[in-house]
């Protein structure tokens, strides 16, 4: 099955993300603590693409498709804005991170602890990045 949406680039659109997953997610075999990590994580990497990529353009649009088959969940998340590799991003030291008392920066190390893959690529100005979530058995 196959769900779509196209958000604007504005931090109010994420609770229309958040709606359209919790709907997307209905049937998912996941329980409901991996259905929230999944919004979480996916969520994250929209709120970012917001803020960092798109400067919380309106007139810009963020693409989702989840794709829910027997064995995993695909959420492809595609846009025009600013490219960001989630791949190289390196995780920065969490105890400088707690001495400087620093706020963000941590929410792509949530990402990568819920998603079991992350793909990226970049191609004529079209920003993929690809989150897949398998199901266990």
Known sequence: MKYRLNISC???ALSELRAFLQQSLGGATLDEIEKHQVTLAVEEVCANLIIHSH?????????????????????EITDQGEAFNILDYEVPDLKKVMVEKRKGGLGIILVKKIMDEIEFE????????????????
């Open 10 to 12: 504005q931090t109010s």
């Open 55 to 75: 400067g919380c353009n309106p007139q810009d649009i963020i693409h989702l498709e989840v794709i829910d088959s027997d064995q995993k969940l695909i959420f």
């Open 122 to 137: 970049s191609k004529n100005g079209v920003n993929t990045c690809r989150l897949i979530k398998w199901f266990r058995s």
